[in-house]
């Protein structure tokens, strides 16, 4: 029986790319037995760690930072292999001048950010110097060779002529090493786990029929965006169609080359395992 005492408070990135799981989630089926919190990843990846929320899209680096205490929902991901079109780096100079250059980093990010910091350090042999920002591109840009921008205000900002060279980061990190790259993971607390174990299960049952539903018709997600956000029908089409949700071995893959260089330029304290959540009592493990 659920008691208010093991309602699940579940976290939901506050940005259109994770739309497709959430869209058609059956809300209805789940009586008053969970809470939604809508938040930047980065507020969610706090919120997490701190056990302020039991499971929740999160970046995929802050799993790096807390994987003792969680394991990853099999199947849910925002993925790509090749463009993203949403984690975007704007800047005045071809990249490899930014080597010594000034960049600025948003407050919203944590895999994204880190990634650049690999792909200057490992690919282009460089250190910027990082600041942290406000997601501004008007606010950044003064100071700064170049800024990163994700989730929807990337988005917002690629619509403008603003004059700017535009890198997408998930075509740079495929060109660089042909591996998929996962920004968002969804993570359970292992000790939600052993607290709620089937409604862990009928949580994550409901993500991945929603994502399922809306993959096989995008008009429902398409035009709320529109609505919401503006763009085109098209935009929004193609947006959707180039990210992928999955999170299986390809995705698994990419991640382990990405934590495994996190790890190397001490960005992680540790080798990251990829824990995957197999059924209500056991814990996969993969190497
Ligand atoms: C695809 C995206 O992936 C995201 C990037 C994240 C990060 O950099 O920490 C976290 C979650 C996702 O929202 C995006 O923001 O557009």
Not at 17 to 29: G, I, R
Not at 160 to 183: A, P
Not at 236 to 260: K, R, T, V
């Amino acid at each position: 029986m659920t008691t208010t005492e093991n309602k699940l408070r579940i976290g939901r990135i506050d940005f259109t790319n994770v739309w497709p799981v959430f869209h058609h989630f059956p809300m209805h089926a789940m009586g008053n037995s969970i809470e939604f919190v809508k938040q930047v990843p980065t507020g969610l990846n706090r919120a997490l760690a701190a056990g302020e929320i039991d499971m929740s899209a999160i970046s995929s680096f802050a799993y790096g930072e807390s994987f003792q205490d969680y394991v990853l929902l099999p199947d849910l991901s925002v993925s790509a292999l090749g463009p993203v079109n949403s984690l975007l780096l704007f800047h005045k100079k071809p990249i490899e001048e930014l080597r010594n250059g000034r960049i600025a980093l948003p407050t919203t990010s944590a895999t994204t950010n880190n990634l650049l910091k690999i792909i200057m350090e490992k690919k282009y042999g460089g250190k910027p110097a990082y600041t942290y920002a406000r997601p501004d591109l008007d606010e950044m840009m003064p100071e700064h060779d170049g800024a990163l921008l994700i989730g929807d205000h990337a988005i917002k900002a690629s619509w403008l002529d603003n004059g700017y060279i535009v890198t997408d980061l998930g075509q740079e990190w495929k060109d660089w090493t042909g591996r998929w790259m996962s920004f968002a993971v969804w993570a359970v607390r292992k000790s939600t786990i052993e607290r709620s174990p089937e409604l862990v299960k009928k949580v994550w049952d409901g993500f991945v029929e929603s994502k399922r539903k809306s993959l096989q018709d995008l008009t429902g997600v398409v035009s709320e965006a529109v609505r919401t956000i503006g763009g085109t029908e098209t935009y929004w089409h193609h947006y959707f169609s180039h990210l992928c949700y999955e999170f299986g071995p390809d995705q698994w893959s990419g991640l382990e080359l990405y934590y495994q260089y996190a790890w190397e330029l001490g960005f992680l304290p540790e080798q990251v395992p990829i824990q995957i959540w197999s059924d209500i009592t056991r814990v996969r493990v993969t190497e």
